[in-house]
C-alpha cells in the first residue's frame, strides 16, 4: 500500500485524525477533510487512489459527492463509512457506485483491511490490461508493448506521450479526463499549471489519428471539463 494516496472525507475530527494516522502508519499518503465540498475539489483537481468517504457530511454529503464522481466518469475506488442504523444508506452506497462499505462504530483494522483489499483489486486490474499484447478499437490497432500504432493496417508515428495519452483514453472508453488527471497518468505528478500542454498533445493526437482516419471522431471534448474516448467503439484485447 506504500506510496499511495487516500483522501478521507470525514466531518467528526476524531474518526478522521483516527484514520488518517493509521493510513500513515502503512506509508500511505493521506489527507483529511471535513468538509464535503471542499473534497470534491480535491478529488477533481488532483489523483487519489482511494477515497474514504463519510456518508452523512454537512453540505455536500458522502452520497451527492460519489453520484457526482460517477456522472463524471471517475472510476476512483469509493470506501463508505456508513451508520449502522441504516440500511438504506448501504444500499444507497452501493447503487450511486461506492465500491464497498463499512458502517459505524468500526474497527480500524476492519477499514485498513477493506482499504488494502480495494488498493489490491485495482493493482490487479491494471496488470491484467498491461498483461494483454494488443487492443484494438475502431480503426485503431495498437500493439502496447512494442508502442507500435496501426491505423487502416498502416503504422502512424507518435511520440511517447502522445502515445501514452491514447492509451490512457483507450483503457477507459467513455471516461472524462480533466486535463489535471492527464497530467498525472502521462506526465507524473507535479506538472500542475502545464494544463496547456495536454491541449497541444491531445490535438497533435487527433490531427494524426484524422489524417489516417476521418470516419470516426476518437478523443472527444467534454467542454468545461476535459476530453474522453469515443465510447460507442468497443476494445477488443487481442492476445
Ligand atoms: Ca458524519
Given at each position: 500500500m506504500e506510496g499511495k494516496r487516500v483522501l478521507v472525507v470525514e466531518d467528526e475530527p476524531d474518526i478522521g485524525q483516527l484514520l488518517i494516522m493509521h493510513l500513515k502508519d502503512r506509508g500511505i499518503d493521506c489527507q483529511h477533510f471535513q468538509d464535503g465540498r471542499q473534497a470534491l475539489i480535491e478529488l477533481r483537481r488532483s489523483h487519489w487512489d482511494l477515497v474514504i468517504l463519510?456518508?452523512?457530511?454537512?453540505?455536500?454529503d458522502g452520497l451527492e459527492i460519489c453520484r457526482t464522481l460517477r456522472q463524471e466518469g471517475n472510476a476512483l475506488p469509493v470506501l463508505m463509512l456508513t451508520a449502522k442504523s441504516s440500511e438504506l444508506d448501504r444500499v444507497l452506497g452501493l447503487e450511486i457506485g461506492a465500491d464497498d462499505y463499512v458502517t459505524k462504530p468500526f474497527s480500524v483494522v476492519e477499514v485498513m483491511a477493506r482499504v488494502h483489499a480495494l488498493l489490491r483489486r485495482v493493482d490487479l486490474d491494471r496488470q491484467k490490461s498491461n498483461g494483454c499484447v494488443a487492443l484494438r478499437v475502431g480503426n485503431i490497432w495498437i500493439d502496447e508493448a512494442r508502442r507500435r500504432v496501426e491505423v487502416h493496417s498502416k503504422a502512424i508515428e507518435l511520440t511517447p506521450k502522445e502515445f501514452d495519452l491514447l492509451l490512457c483514453f483507450v483503457c477507459a472508453p467513455g471516461q472524462v479526463f480533466r486535463r489535471v488527471q492527464l497530467l498525472d497518468q502521462v506526465?507524473?505528478?507535479?506538472?500542475?499549471?502545464?494544463e496547456h500542454t495536454v491541449n497541444s498533445h491531445i490535438n497533435r493526437l487527433r490531427t494524426k489519428l484524422a489524417q489516417a482516419?476521418?470516419?470516426?471522431?476518437?478523443v472527444i471534448t467534454v467542454w468545461g471539463v476535459g476530453y474522453k474516448f469515443n465510447d460507442n467503439l468497443s476494445l477488443e484485447h487481442v492476445a
Amino acid at each position: 500500500m506504500e506510496g499511495k494516496r487516500v483522501l478521507v472525507v470525514e466531518d467528526e475530527p476524531d474518526i478522521g485524525q483516527l484514520l488518517i494516522m493509521h493510513l500513515k502508519d502503512r506509508g500511505i499518503d493521506c489527507q483529511h477533510f471535513q468538509d464535503g465540498r471542499q473534497a470534491l475539489i480535491e478529488l477533481r483537481r488532483s489523483h487519489w487512489d482511494l477515497v474514504i468517504l463519510d456518508l452523512r457530511l454537512n453540505g455536500v454529503d458522502g452520497l451527492e459527492i460519489c453520484r457526482t464522481l460517477r456522472q463524471e466518469g471517475n472510476a476512483l475506488p469509493v470506501l463508505m463509512l456508513t451508520a449502522k442504523s441504516s440500511e438504506l444508506d448501504r444500499v444507497l452506497g452501493l447503487e450511486i457506485g461506492a465500491d464497498d462499505y463499512v458502517t459505524k462504530p468500526f474497527s480500524v483494522v476492519e477499514v485498513m483491511a477493506r482499504v488494502h483489499a480495494l488498493l489490491r483489486r485495482v493493482d490487479l486490474d491494471r496488470q491484467k490490461s498491461n498483461g494483454c499484447v494488443a487492443l484494438r478499437v475502431g480503426n485503431i490497432w495498437i500493439d502496447e508493448a512494442r508502442r507500435r500504432v496501426e491505423v487502416h493496417s498502416k503504422a502512424i508515428e507518435l511520440t511517447p506521450k502522445e502515445f501514452d495519452l491514447l492509451l490512457c483514453f483507450v483503457c477507459a472508453p467513455g471516461q472524462v479526463f480533466r486535463r489535471v488527471q492527464l497530467l498525472d497518468q502521462v506526465w507524473g505528478f507535479g506538472y500542475e499549471g502545464y494544463e496547456h500542454t495536454v491541449n497541444s498533445h491531445i490535438n497533435r493526437l487527433r490531427t494524426k489519428l484524422a489524417q489516417a482516419d476521418d470516419s470516426v471522431e476518437y478523443v472527444i471534448t467534454v467542454w468545461g471539463v476535459g476530453y474522453k474516448f469515443n465510447d460507442n467503439l468497443s476494445l477488443e484485447h487481442v492476445a
